[in-house]
């Protein structure tokens, strides 16, 4: 069965810093890979995805993430962030059955301070 | 316009009442899906419809029942509601040819 493990419960940065987010997961077929943003009281947007191919890949709000097949990881990074980007962050691996139902890490707490 | 919506957003409600989530997509997806988001913030999936037929139905109690009247609509209607049930309930949606699932903005439901 797929499992993701996202090992950093809450992250504190200060604005203007790097970001890099920790996610493990564990799935016996290349994975399709997922990271999600959640912002207090809000739904789950979509930040990037990797399904094939390059395994730097870029998303929204200057986000990216890179896929390391070896490390089974695919960690989460942006160069400077700023304070809009505190929030939840969840990665997700998806099945490959016709459902694609996504498993999903526990979540990291990102805080910004100024 | 909203892509993924749902109603209510907030539900308060005692313990054993009967409730409904409703949920709609205008995306033209063919598949939906519920995911329940715990406390502690952690997201699981619940059940997932093609084309109104359901595909996946995970380790739910059987007092949850989805509802597909055609593939834009998934409705989650819960019987005889526990203090365990208060939770935050996502429906998401993805197109046939998309491995990329598209959430609404979550239902908080409260069981006092």
């Known amino acids: 069965a797929q499992s993701v493990t996202q090992p950093d419960i809450h992250i504190t940065v200060s604005e203007g810093a790097s970001l890099e987010l920790r996610c493990n997961y564990s799935?016996?077929?290349?994975?399709?890979l997922f990271w999600y943003v959640q912002s207090p009281g809000q739904g789950l947007q979509l930040l990037l995805k990797?399904?094939?191919?390059?395994?730097l890949v870029q998303g929204i709000k200057g986000f990216e993430a890179e896929f390391k097949r070896s490390q089974s990881s695919f960690n989460l990074r942006k160069p400077s962030v700023h304070w809009s980007d505190a929030a939840e962050y969840f990665c997700?691996?998806?099945?490959?059955?016709?459902?694609?139902?996504?498993?999903f890490g526990s979540g990291t707490q990102l805080t910004v301070l100024p | 316009d909203t892509a993924v919506s749902q109603t209510p957003k907030y539900l308060v409600t005692q313990m054993g009442n009967d409730k409904s989530i409703k949920c709609e997509q205008n995306?033209?997806?063919?598949?939906m899906y519920w995911y329940k988001q715990d406390s502690k913030k952690f997201l699981k999936i619940m059940f997932s419809?093609?084309?109104?037929?359901?595909?996946i139905n995970e380790t739910v109690p059987n007092r949850f029942s989805p509802k597909s009247p055609d593939k834009a609509h998934l409705n989650l209607h819960i019987n005889s509601l526990e203090l365990g049930d208060s939770a935050v309930y996502f429906c998401?949606?993805?197109?046939?040819?998309?491995?990329?699932?598209?959430f609404g903005p979550g239902t908080r439901l409260t069981v006092l």
């Open positions: 998401a949606s993805r197109g046939t040819t998309s491995d990329t699932q598209y």
């Open positions: 997700a691996v998806g099945a490959s059955g016709s459902a694609r139902q996504l498993t």
């Open positions: 990797y399904f094939s191919g390059d395994t």
């Open positions: 995306l033209g997806h063919d598949t």
């Open positions: 799935y016996g077929a290349t994975p399709y």
């Open positions: 419809y093609n084309n109104k037929e359901l595909i």
